[in-house]
């Protein structure tokens, strides 16, 4: 078991050098051509450019680079675009459905895509996303019903990738728009992909493994929250998640990696009610978070006894306008970590400006935000890239490998029968259980509760054929989880 922890700590070490470029390109810009702009944090400091690409955007932005810094592939909600900047092959036709039609040139959602690399393999990618299918004219309340996943092979085209599988649905259901995020497992491989059900206080979540994407899982924690924007942001430890709206206030919860668990929920309902484009982002250090509500910046320190009673405003809005535009107020609004270690802040209104806070692991006003300090070639509608911590690895806290189940559920879990034949087995055998309408998940454990295997049980199944042949003779348990159902059963290896 060292050895395993030791070549998985060894091998977060080199991802993190291999991967360091792939979150270094950030693109924002303005619908209806009125330009975009690049900033590079390849090399530190942004370097930063006019970018005369086709697409258009809003809110809605998700790319990724390769290890060298060399953007690979982007979208705006509505396509996908390639290194060329044209529709990448296959890639057109993303979130089908009205709402589409409705802003061809780029989604009003923040965090409304979110890309992966499969784990295990650096060629395969996967983007995450959702639409408003039931929207009012701008989705700042709006209703996703799908979630989806599209699948990228940058080994197709010549190496400017296709899209293999598109808008494969992962869950029917009533989800808030956007606020899809990503965090590592804790072995450092592994993604877990979280999103929120619209009107409860319940967190969908999904597994990606390098054979699946297993869920969805169920958890009910904290405010329940009718439909919103806002944002919400994992720590870039991983162990921090906060999610914060104006309609609903700021919810601030310790992350389990290893079994996807939320706990230790904070709520602060006590934030002014100002409506328009909020939300919060973490310190690089993880011990603050940092929460915008257009006119005024707070700080809380995670590391106090009393979160909420640590909560200090350090920006209030300095009234100034976008020049020649009077009527403009380059206002605080959606935050964004960046590779340089500062944090940037969008400005609400299309203006061509970023704020910045300079120094967001220090405490206090010594973090220093820079108001409109950050100016851009053109205008820019509140866009900013959805980059999850790509370099997250192993928690050595849990020895890299942990084996906790990830039965999530909201407590209410009902147990129905399960049979194994044959039993006692040499290896192979199959489960029969009763169907179930969505996907489930399957774990075996050995007698000491370590996690032996893990697979994914497909919706409307009643079968499922089994190989533990790798395995040592000996009483083996079989566990299987779907939202709010699960099954059990004693195997015997011979």
């Known amino acids: 078991m060292k050895q395993i922890v030791i070549t998985m700590i060894l091998w977060s070490l080199f991802l993190k050098l291999e991967g360091q470029g792939v979150n270094n390109i950030w693109i924002t810009g303005y619908n209806g051509g009125l330009g975009e702009a690049k900033l590079d944090f390849y090399n530190g400091n942004p370097s930063i450019n006019p970018y005369n690409v086709p697409m258009d955007f809003r809110h809605t932005h998700a790319n990724i680079s390769d290890s060298a810094g060399n953007l690979l592939f982007y979208t705006n909600g509505y396509y996908i675009a390639d290194a060329t900047h044209d529709t990448m092959q296959n890639g057109g036709g993303i979130n089908p459905g009205a709402y589409a039609n409705f802003v061809p040139d780029g989604f009003l959602i923040p965090q409304g895509a979110l890309i992966v690399p499969k784990p295990g393999n650096s060629n395969i990618y996967y983007m995450f996303h959702n639409s408003a299918d039931a929207y009012p004219i701008i989705p700042n309340n709006s209703t996703s019903f799908k979630f989806y996943v599209t699948t990228i092979d940058m080994n197709l085209n010549g190496g400017l990738g296709a899209v293999t599988t598109k808008n494969v649905v992962l869950l029917n259901d009533s989800m808030n728009v956007g606020k899809i995020v990503g965090c590592k497992h804790s072995n450092g491989r592994d993604w877990w992909i979280i999103i929120h059900r619209v009107n409860t206080n319940k967190y969908i979540k999904f597994l990606v493994l390098p054979t699946s994407i297993l869920g969805p899982y169920f958890q009910n924690i904290g405010t329940v929250r009718v439909d919103d924007a806002g944002q919400a942001k994992f720590s870039s430890d991983g162990n921090k998640y906060a999610y914060y709206h104006y309609y609903n206030g700021l919810d601030i919860m310790d992350f389990n990696r290893c079994n996807g668990n939320f706990s230790n929920v904070i709520s602060d309902f006590t934030l002014p009610y100002i409506q328009g484009n909020v939300g919060c982002e973490f310190s690089p250090n993880s011990q603050f978070l ?205």
Request: net charge negative.
């Open 290 to 494: 940092y929460v915008s509500n257009i006119e005024k910046v707070y700080q809380y320190d995670l590391s106090s006894a009393n979160i909420l009673a640590s909560r200090t405003e350090v920006a209030v809005w300095d009234s100034f306008h976008q020049p020649n535009f009077p009527a403009l107020g380059v206002y605080l609004c959606l935050p964004q970590l960046a590779p340089d270690g500062r944090i940037y802040i969008t400005t609400g209104n299309g203006t061509t400006y970023f704020g910045r806070i300079e120094y967001p692991d220090s405490l206090g006003m010594a973090c220093t935000i820079a108001q409109h300090s950050v100016l851009l070639p053109t205008f820019n509608f509140n866009t900013l890239p959805n980059h999850p911590n790509y370099f997250l690895g192993c928690d050595t806290t849990l020895g890299c490998i942990c084996a906790i189940s990830t039965g999530i559920n909201d407590g209410s879990s009902q147990n129905i029968a399960a049979r194994a034949s044959p039993n006692p087995t040499t290896g192979f055998f199959t489960l029969q259980f009763n169907v179930q309408s969505i996907a489930g998940t399957l774990e075996i454990y050995d007698v000491m509760g370590n996690l032996m295997m893990r697979d994914y049980v497909a919706p409307w199944s009643q079968f499922k054929k089994i190989d533990i042949s790798n395995m040592a003779s000996g009483i083996y348990f079989g566990k299987m989880q779907w939202e709010n159902t699960a099954a059990s059963v004693k195997i015997v290896k011979e």
